[in-house]
């Protein structure tokens, strides 16, 4: 009541002062005047703030600023080069494709089918529902760690599951196979339920006539699920799969608590050697010079994958 | 659950140009602001003045009272020395000492940061003699000889000349690559350290008829006999010895490369002015490759995750029957563990020639250059190196090697080490031959993870030669750039 009563005084106020009425444009015409840029100076504060230093790092890929070289000096493309031309930069180019293509596909595959065993109501599945978070509430370094222990040879219980087993000569991450493998798996443990959270609240919003109709013209589960499901899901997988695939792209705690990117240089990534150019070389233009690269993959990657999920979003839209 | 929604709920279409923009700028952010935010790009160098050249007069202890002096350390137990007698420093001078303490895990990336800030947030820091050779080029460290030098600044009894004199030594360089450690300029004092011995159970030995290895060739035979029969003995799941395996520089350090020089190698030999790897020559290669096969035949599962803290706590655990790695990592096993009071000391293998040349590592202090704060770091510095002090926490604490002759030969600094068998005669045995093994270079923490790397791989079963000229090759273009 109080709300509509005030506007209410207020227009009876301007109306029997109509002096107010003269003097309130010109404020308003000052104010209207700065309120874009009012407006703007949060968004340009920030563009600041994050754009400076970004193109500050490009700067630096010109350069060859380290600690060994600390009056730099500006040496072109040379940086670029000399990745180009290592074969330590293909090798973590390659590592870090196979490491996201792979952890972002057995993580999709993964996170479909708990969602689809969770999208079945019954008071199992609300338990899992929320338990199905706690991974994700575990920060990814924390997680390398825990397993770091959980697959020591001398102290963890993997060795002794695998032994029961009957694997014998179980390494932990002392080889480059197995290393990976390791690598894979606690990402997906930690990021499966983020995909299935999305999945499942995909499938949860999907209409039902069509599975109606398809029970009716007696389809089995598996054709329902490739001709139905699946295409209507694909949308929200796709949104999952765009981000898991840039986080795998960008991986870094969880291979470096993990295997430190040995053994040898068998799960070193193109982050790790960023970290490693940078941090522990003190080679500043040339850790940047990788994250540049990365970045730039990224973005192209990341590019092409929202364009196909547009494109299948209108075409889901009718449009 | 509803399934009688309709198609308009599935995701509404995002804006192209909104997720490529929040995208982008995320990836970006995420790429570039952590690095970029820590370097100070083309910061200044250290300037040739010093501050302790204002000093003058008679030294007093209470000259800097009412200061307060910011240290960046590793939990250590040094560290916990040092914190046990904060209050005689605190009333000797009337300066008071702010310590923050980082794990090993980390400590060094904290370090870094700070430096590179040049914000002078802390005063003093702990750091190895590696460290000089990355912190000391872009003028992180202060000199630390014209405090040392000046009698208005220094205390009559600091003595210099008390310290090992190589330990004192490895905190002088001239930042030239190749160029052998000393000088004019001290960038850190000695004020802890290890020394690289074998340390191994006497009660297996003994149940088993062992000795300790004399020779390198004997080590492989003893570490592979100790896992073949300690088992059968009553050691279950004994294996034979612990080295250092993880990916980084510190694997290198100790077991490894005081083997590596013991048999007479090098890790670059200094051509002109040039480096010129040596890892991958015919007798480094065959070491190499013999001290993979050892690791793989007779040493732990998991080896290549193995950093100072599970090899010797495998030693402490009962689980390893050696340790070839530094004589304090063993020495805090032989207290609180199931292998307390079981240890002993060796030299380890000798070379060829009977020599025991030996690396080491030092935990040093240094003051920032970008102190704000000097005055009262260096009275701090020189306290905490002092005998005093590094007399109380050798006998009352945990600080142990020692870094002054006068205490390591102190009666009872001896005295407190007596329980540990031969502890003492192993160090007196190897600290003439105890030194920087390493090539002194800019680039030295590359080179030896680089190494680390390589050494992981062969033990993995790739070929020695192959991948040591490939290290090689690749090192040398990085080393001279």
Known sequence: ?319 | MNRHQSHSQTPGPISRRGLLRAAGIGAAAAASSPLLAACGFGGPGASGDSAADALSGSFDWKKYKGKTVRLLMNKHPYTDALKAHVAEFQSKTGITLKIDEFPESNYFDKVTLELRSRQGNYDAFMLGAYMVWQYGPPGYLEDLNPWIKNTAATHGEFEPDDFFPNLLTAGQWNFKNGADLGGGKQWMLPWGFETNTVAYRKDVFSKLGLKPAETFDELIDLAATVKRKAPSAGFEKMYGVAVRGSKEWATIHPGFMTMYSRLGLKDFEVEGSKLIPKMNSPEAVEFTDRWAKMVRDSGPAGWTSYTWYQASSDLGAGKAAMLFDADIAAYFQNQDTPAAGKLAWHPGPKGSDGNLATNMWIWSLAMNANSKNKEAAWWFLQWATSKEHLQYAATEQQHIDAVRQSVATSGAYKDRLATATNFVETFEQVIGETKIQFTPQKNFFDATTSWAAALQQIYGGADAKSTLDKLATALEGRVNA
């Open chain 1, 1 to 319: 009541m109080t709300v509509t009563a005030a506007p209410a005084r207020r227009r009876d106020d301007d109306e029997v002062r109509p002096e107010a009425l003269q003097t309130a444009p010109t404020v308003s015409r000052r104010r209207r005047a700065l309120r874009p840029y009012l407006l703007a100076v949060p968004a340009v504060l920030l563009c600041v703030g994050i754009l400076y230093p970004f193109f500050l790092g490009v700067a630096y890929t010109f350069y060859n600023f380290s600690d060994a070289n600390p009056q730099p000096s500006f040496v072109g493309w040379e940086n670029y080069t000399a990745l180009f031309t290592s074969g330590s930069f293909w090798h973590s180019v390659q590592v870090t494709l196979m490491f996201a293509v792979v952890a972002t596909g057995v993580e999709t595959v993964l996170g479909v089918g708990v969602a689809l065993l969770l999208n079945r109501s019954s008071w199992v599945g609300r338990i899992f529902e929320r338990a199905l978070i706690v991974p994700l509430m575990v920060a990814p370094i924390i997680a390398a760690i825990m397993w770091k222990l959980l697959l020591l040879p001398e102290v963890g219980w993997v060795r002794p599951v695998a032994e029961g087993l009957g694997f014998a000569g179980y390494s932990g991450t002392d080889s480059a196979a197995w290393a990976f493998i390791w690598s894979v798996v606690v990402d997906v443990w930690i990021y499966t339920p983020f995909v299935a959270i999305l999945a499942l609240a995909g499938l949860r919003s999907l209409p039902s006539s069509p599975f109606e109709a398809a029970a009716v013209d007696g389809a089995r589960w598996w054709l329902t699920f490739r001709r139905l499901t699946l295409p209507m899901l694909w949308p929200y997988l796709l949104v999952a799969v765009i981000f898991r695939l840039m986080d795998c792209l960008k991986v870094f705690d969880i291979i470096y608590g993990l295997t430190t990117g040995g053994p040898g240089d068998a799960t070193t990534t193109l982050q790790i050697n960023a970290y490693l150019e940078a941090i522990s070389y003190a080679r500043y233009s040339r850790g940047v010079t990788y994250m540049f690269i990365l970045w730039i993959a990224v973005y192209v990657i990341s590019m092409i994958l929202v364009r196909y999920l547009n494109k299948i979003q209108s075409r889901s839209a009718g449009v």
